[in-house]
T-cell receptor
Framework: DTAVSQTPKYLVTQMGNDKSIKCEQNLGHDTMYWYKQDSKKFLKIMFSYNNKELIINETVPNRFSPKSPDKAHLNLHINSLELGDSAVYFC??????????????FGSGTRLTVV | QKEVEQNSGPLSVPEGAIASLNCTYSDRGSQSFFWYRQYSGKSPELIMSIYSNGDKEDGRFTAQLNKASQYVSLLIRDSQPSDSATYLCAVRYGGSQGNLIFGKGTKLSVKP
C-alpha cells in the first residue's frame, strides 16, 4: 500500500525519558513534515525537510531533533520528555507538481502521553 | 504573522441540510487552499483543494475561493451523520516547498 506510516501509534513514557518516533513514506514525495496536534485539535508545524535538507524549523525546544536519513524517512527524537509534550504527533509528506498542489498525505499519528 | 481563522463551532445541522464552513487567511500571496476532514482519533484526510477564484464541486462538497476577500468556504450538501467531524482549513505559505498553516478547525455535528 502507498502510504505514510508512523510508529509507534501509542507511546506512554515517564518524564525525563528520551523517545523516538519513526516515519516513512513510499509515495516518492520530496518533502516531509512533523506536526504537533494539541488537546484542542490545533495542528502546528514543527519541522519540514525537502530531500533530506531541513527547510522549516519552527520555534520548537532543542529537545526535539528531527533526522532524515533519506527522502523517504523523517524521524523525530525527543530528549528529556516533559508533561507538556503530551500530544498527537503527525508526520506528513507532500509533493507539488506542475499539474497542481495536492496538499499533504498524513500518517496515522503517534499519541504521546508523558506521565 | 501567518494566520488561518475558522469558527471553532460546534456547528450543528439537521440531516439533509447544507452545512457551511468558513475560513479566512492573512497572506494575499497564498495560492493553494485545502479542506481536511478529521474524525475523532484519526488523521486528517484531504477532501477538497482549490487554487482559483470561484467554486469547485466534488460530489456533495463545494469549495469556494475569493482571493480578494481572502476567504475560503466549504459547503456540504445533503449532510449526513457520517459527515460529523472536525473540518480543517489549510493554506500553503511559502511556495511549493512551504508548509500548510491550519486553522483551528470547525466541529460539525449532523443530527439524524
Amino acid at each position: 500500500d502507498t502510504a505514510v506510516s508512523q510508529t509507534p501509534k501509542y507511546l506512554v513514557t515517564q518524564m525525563g525519558n528520551d523517545k523516538s518516533i519513526k516515519c516513512e513514506q513510499n509515495l516518492g514525495h520530496d518533502t516531509m513534515y512533523w506536526y504537533k496536534q494539541d488537546s484542542k485539535k490545533f495542528l502546528k508545524i514543527m519541522f519540514s525537510y525537502n530531500n533530506k535538507e531541513l527547510i522549516i524549523n519552527e520555534t520548537v525546544p532543542n529537545r526535539f531533533s528531527p533526522k532524515s536519513p533519506d527522502k523517504a524517512h523523517l524521524n523525530l527524537h525527543i530528549n528529556s520528555l516533559e508533561l507538556g509534550d503530551s500530544a498527537v504527533y503527525f508526520c506528513a509528506s507532500s509533493q507539488v507538481l506542475t499539474g497542481g498542489d495536492y496538499g499533504y498525505t498524513f500518517g496515522s499519528g503517534t499519541r504521546l502521553t508523558v506521565v | 504573522q501567518k494566520e488561518v481563522e475558522q469558527n471553532s463551532g460546534p456547528l450543528s445541522v439537521p440531516e439533509g441540510a447544507i452545512a457551511s464552513l468558513n475560513c479566512t487567511y492573512s497572506d494575499r500571496g497564498s495560492q493553494s487552499f485545502f479542506w481536511y476532514r478529521q474524525y475523532s482519533g484519526k488523521s486528517p484526510e484531504l477532501i477538497m483543494s482549490i487554487y482559483s477564484n470561484g467554486d469547485k464541486e466534488d460530489g456533495r462538497f463545494t469549495a469556494q475561493l475569493n482571493k480578494a476577500s481572502q476567504y475560503v468556504s466549504l459547503l456540504i450538501r445533503d449532510s449526513q451523520p457520517s459527515d460529523s467531524a472536525t473540518y480543517l482549513c489549510a493554506v500553503r505559505y511559502g511556495g511549493s516547498q512551504g508548509n500548510l498553516i491550519f486553522g483551528k478547525g470547525t466541529k460539525l455535528s449532523v443530527k439524524p
